[in-house]
T-cell receptor, first 111, second 115 residues
Framework: DAKTTQPPSMDCAEGRAANLPCNHSTISGNEYVYWYRQIHSQGPQYIIHGLKNNETNEMASLIITEDRKSSTLILPHATLRDTAVYYCIVRSTSGTYKYIFGTGTRLKVLA | DAGITQSPRYKITETGRQVTLMCHQTWSHSYMFWYRQDLGHGLRLIYYSAAADITDKGEVPDGYVVSRSKTENFPLTLESATRSQTSVYFC??????????????FGSGTQLSVL
């Protein structure tokens, strides 16, 4: 699975869109981008995933660049409850089923 | 819908003792994982399992033992606990190896302190 790079921390004002970047410049054609988040001391929670098209669900939107070397998770109207650590993970359709998390981005939503 | 449960929620033990952390899921998910989380290290994979009787090492397996005799259970044993194993441990499960829809579901964690 390709390696990902995320900024260690970000701030966002409540009610504004939170845009969390992820770099995965070594991604290959059969690798998906997944996002999870971990609120305080809870177990991580799945948010969204995609291959090459932009994706949207009730929690967030995922924008993947055309060359697929980077992506952005968008929380359209951040609330205080979105304060969490956000993990970007790249997963292959084959090979090992190890599921490796990095250190993620700590997002703080400010009132 | 019980989902995935970990026990105990908190555990204090002494150096050198054997400790077993339990993980149980009710979904019949094939894949199960154990992670530890320490400040500054994010989540690190200890062991994982693709099915009953199939386990494999993750990033930090030393000092840990796992077994998977039944699909629903995946216990993690610290054979001789050390202070460096003080951490929060998370168990997770996934229905299948299908990256098009491969979501991990996590338990609430076990906070282990080794004195």
């Amino acid at each position: 699975d390709a390696k990902t790079t995320q900024p260690p921390s970000m701030d966002c004002a409540e009610g504004r869109a939170a845009n969390l970047p992820c770099n995965h410049s070594t991604i290959s054609g059969n690798e998906y981008v997944y996002w999870y988040r971990q609120i305080h001391s809870q177990g991580p929670q799945y948010i969204i995933h995609g291959l090459k098209n932009n994706e949207t669900n009730e929690m967030a939107s995922l924008i993947i660049t055309e060359d697929r070397k980077s992506s952005t998770l968008i929380l359209p109207h951040a609330t205080l409850r979105d304060t969490a650590v956000y993990y970007c993970i790249v997963r292959s359709t084959s090979g090992t089923y190890k599921y490796i998390f990095g250190t993620g981005t700590r997002l703080k939503v400010l009132a | 819908d019980a989902g995935i449960t970990q026990s105990p929620r908190y555990k204090i033990t002494e150096t050198g003792r054997q400790v077993t952390l339990m993980c149980h899921q009710t979904w019949s998910h094939s894949y199960m994982f154990w992670y530890r989380q320490d400040l500054g290290h994010g989540l690190r994979l200890i062991y994982y399992s693709a099915a009953a009787d199939i386990t494999d090492k993750g990033e930090v397996p030393d000092g840990y033992v796992v077994s998977r005799s039944k699909t629903e259970n995946f216990p993690l044993t610290l054979e001789s606990a050390t202070r460096s194993q003080t951490s929060v441990y998370f168990c997770a499960s996934s229905r299948q190896r299908e990256p098009t829809n491969e979501k991990l579901f996590f338990g609430s964690g076990t906070q282990l302190s080794v004195l």
